[in-house]
Every structure is written in structure tokens, then in C-alpha cells.
């Protein structure tokens, strides 16, 4: 059962608007939620994380809204540049076991 | 520049072969992780480690095991490689610090072909 789910398996945006990658979990447990981006034949790299006691957290153009009522957490990227074209995974941690659950990953293309 | 390192990017065995993938970390952390990554299906843990000698099940243990014995290394292993272990995995570390939890370090991943 995925615990951490991202139901958009690709975005398209242009060059210069705004990406919105979004993240939905089931466990109430989960207390900090992060991104991580993925660029081909390449590890994942930490990009910004949330705790469960912000709405909200900001790093440049990278902006984590939370959600918790809705267990929904989405990702702005404002704006986009074709460089930030990656795959994005959101992860939860589990606040009893310490693990990081990965949902299925969003797969964006920033266009010129 | 910190960094975690595993072995070999990419290797292609034969079904029933032993498989060792090593990883190596240079941040002296406590923690290390195995994910393997498939599409459609994020990453998925396999195995980890908080100590020395010491490891947990992850969502996906089986058919895979690992070994532990100095800090900065942690190998996972297929007994015995089948088709359905073809994946790309990837190692991965990070601090006890509690101000760290959950960033985790990443390896550049080992894209494993099992015919």
C-alpha cells in the first residue's frame, strides 16, 4: 500500500511560469516530509523539507506547502528553468521508525 | 565535498549468480540505506543500518541481504540473482544528528541487468 503518493507521473511547463509538483501521504504519523531531485544516471540530491509544525518553507525559487488536514504537501518552483527539468520525489518521515517512505516520483520537463 | 560511493554504476549477471554491490560513504555517518529505484514505483527500501554490525528489514528485504562491518561501508547482497531484481540501486547516508534527520546522501546509483 503506497503510504506517500504522487499522482502525476510527468509535468510540462514553460520556461519562465511556474511548476507545481504535488504529494499526497496516509500516515498521520509522518512529521517531516522532503523532496529530493533526480537527474538521469544520477543519485538524488536533497532539495527542501518541511516539518509538521510549518505550513510553509521557502529556499530561492523552491517553496514546500503542507497541508496536514489534507495530508497533501506541494512542491512550487517559481520559475522554472529548463535546468530544473529532473525527476522530483517527495518523502515522509515516519516519526516512530525514523524511515523515509518515497512516493512515485513526478518526472518534470522545463520547456525554452 | 562529501560523498557516497558505490562500486559499480552498472553490471549485468546471469540468473542464480551471487551479487555483491558495495557502498562507501566519507561523512562518518551512523546511518546507511539500500533503496532500489523502479518506475512507477519510487524508491523502495531494502535494507539499512544505524550502527556497526548492525541492520533492519526494509519495505523489500527479500531475496536480498547486507553486511555491516565498518561504519563507512555498507554492501547489500543477492544470494542468488533472479529477473525481477533488475533495478537501478542505490545507496544512500546520513547523521544520527537529530537536525538532520531524513536528509539523506546519495550514491550515483548501481543500474543492475539480471538475464
Known amino acids: 500500500d503506497q503510504q506517500v503518493k504522487q499522482n502525476s507521473p510527468s509535468l510540462s511547463v514553460q520556461e519562465g511560469r511556474i511548476s507545481i509538483l504535488n504529494c499526497d501521504y496516509t500516515n498521520s504519523m509522518f512529521d517531516y516530509f522532503l523532496w529530493y531531485k533526480k537527474y538521469p544516471a544520477e543519485g538524488p540530491t536533497f532539495l527542501i523539507s518541511i516539518s509538521s509544525i510549518k505550513d510553509k518553507n521557502e529556499d530561492g525559487r523552491f517553496t514546500v506547502f503542507l497541508n496536514k488536514s489534507a495530508k497533501h504537501l506541494s512542491l512550487h518552483i517559481v520559475p522554472s528553468q529548463p535546468g530544473d527539468s529532473a525527476v522530483y520525489f517527495c518523502a515522509s518521515e515516519d516519526g516512530n521508525t525514523g524511515k523515509l517512505i518515497f512516493g512515485q516520483g513526478t518526472t518534470l520537463q522545463v520547456k525554452p | 565535498d562529501v560523498k557516497v560511493t558505490q562500486s559499480s554504476r552498472y553490471l549485468v549477471k546471469r540468473t542464480g549468480e551471487k551479487v555483491f554491490l558495495e557502498c562507501v560513504q566519507d561523512m562518518d555517518h551512523e546511518n546507511m540505506f539500500w533503496y532500489r529505484q523502479d518506475p512507477g514505483l519510487g524508491l523502495r527500501l531494502i535494507y539499512f543500518?544505524?550502527?556497526?554490525?548492525?541492520?533492519e528489514k526494509g519495505d523489500i528485504p527479500e531475496g536480498y541481504s547486507v553486511s555491516r562491518e565498518k561504519k563507512e561501508r555498507f554492501s547489500l547482497i543477492l544470494e542468488s540473482a533472479s529477473t525481477n531484481q533488475t533495478s537501478m540501486y542505490l545507496c544512500a547516508s546520513s547523521s544520527l544528528d537529530r537536525d538532520l534527520t531524513g536528509e539523506l546522501f546519495f550514491g550515483e546509483g548501481s543500474r543492475l541487468t539480471v538475464l
Open positions: 543500518s544505524y550502527d556497526v554490525k548492525m541492520k
